[in-house]
């Protein structure tokens, strides 16, 4: 179509360029400047899908995971985890659009099975400055807080985060207002960590503040109490040019539970990030409060939680096949303020790797021995339970 267009206004300046003195040269720049100012022309767009099975060498088929992947445990089978389209691009000098549509599975007990489609990320960067160090994002986009919420689901070797730092943001967004700086050469850092298949996070900001709902995806807002969040990260650059980050991160505000009460919630985590060339490391921790079961009390207060996890993993390839081998520890004691502050408690290893036959092929394969215990007021829900099963992924880009 654009060469077409082309081609019929050339035709017809050339009569115009013969009556004006003006050259064939100078219209066809004119053209590609017009054409290329249109905005639909600068959206670009990707995707991946996630396809799982957690059934294999399976111990006990009543360890579930309601926080994580709802196709672990009995009567699960194979697993739809994630299946997105991204929409992005700079639309002027000034906007950045990014839109993440969702289909997914549910896998709920009986009628509560189903497949949804549902809007992930829905922002818009407004640059403040020409060198863009400053900008202003709004709409639906991850909180900036802990470096594994920030990483894109497609560019995990892990298949799902660890329940620490994922419980402080559940599905690492919502509705919000932030004010993000990265200097231009960080931004470059944060660019390269990510393309070059280091595992990075992407660029959230070198310094993040801003103000989110606080009720979590697709929530509104219940309370009239907005959440804060501030974040601070600096990717170093050694001599030998291994990358190192640290992040600390933390927020307030007040949540609430599905019980109609509102309750303090508020984190504060540590992030250190030694990424893999070849061998790396993550380590993540968080404090805080939030709504608690209290056991004793038969009620729902507002109490400490604790929780992160380490990870140590390996880069290499075997001709074209790369590989991310990995070993993980996470713990988590504390409530889950989107369960109406049911306790859990969570121990768990996981031994796995990653390999890249294809850039638009990843298959993982992990091993996870898991101990999770939940209360809560509702006996139907308390649940204490150990096992270990492998999990399978294959993963599709495109």
């Known amino acids: 179509m654009k060469a077409f267009l082309l081609m019929l206004v050339l035709l017809s300046g050339s009569v115009y360029a013969q009556e004006k003195g003006t050259s064939i040269a100078e219209i066809q720049k004119i053209v590609n400047d017009t054409l290329a100012s249109k905005w ?81 990320d829905a922002y818009f960067d407004y640059a403040l400055t020409e060198d863009k160090e400053w900008r202003v994002r709004t709409g639906i986009a991850k909180v900036p807080y802990g470096f594994a919420n920030l990483q894109s689901s497609s560019n995990r070797a892990q298949m799902d985060r660890d329940d620490g730092l994922n419980s402080a943001a559940p599905n690492e967004r919502d509705t919000g207002v932030y004010l993000m700086y990265s200097p231009t050469e960080v931004r470059k850092r944060f660019r390269d960590l990510t393309l070059n298949n280091l595992k990075g996070s992407g660029d959230y900001g070198m310094i993040a503040i801003g103000a989110h709902n606080g009720q979590t995806l697709n929530r509104p807002e219940e309370n009239n109490d907005l959440h804060r969040v501030v974040r601070l ?85 075997i001709g074209n096949h790369r590989f991310f081998p990995f070993i993980r520890y996470q713990e988590y004691q504390g409530g889950r303020k989107i369960e109406n502050g049911n306790f859990a408690s969570t121990q768990e290893w996981e031994f796995g790797s990653e390999w890249q036959p294809h850039p638009a092929l990843e298959l993982t394969a992990t091993y996870a021995i898991s101990d999770r215990v939940v209360k809560s007021a509702n006996a139907a829900q308390n649940f204490d339970q150990n096992g270990q099963f492998l999990r399978l992924q294959a993963q599709f880009n495109y």
């Open 233 to 317: 990260t600096y990717p170093f650059k050694l001599a030998s040019g291994q990358f190192i980050e640290t992040s600390i991160q933390a927020y307030e505000g007040k949540f609430r539970a599905s019980n109609g009460e509102d309750f303090y919630d508020a984190r504060t985590a540590a992030s250190l990030i030694f990424y893999p060339q070849p061998f790396g490391f993550q380590l993540e921790y968080n404090i805080g409060q939030g709504p608690e079961f209290d056991e004793s009390e038969n009620k729902v207060v507002t109490d400490d939680l604790a929780g992160g996890y380490a990870q140590i993993y390996y880069n290499f390839s």
């Open 40 to 120: 639909y022309e600068r959206i670009q767009f990707r995707g991946y899908a996630q396809v799982r099975y957690n059934r294999l060498l399976e111990t006990n088929r009543n360890l579930t995971c309601s926080v994580c992947d709802k196709s672990i445990g009995n009567n699960k089978g194979f697993f739809l985890r994630r299946a997105r389209l991204i929409f992005f691009g700079d639309v002027t000098d000034r906007v950045f659009v990014y839109i993440q549509p969702d289909y997914a599975q549910d896998v709920g007990a009986g009628s509560n099975s189903q497949n949804y489609l549902q809007i992930r």
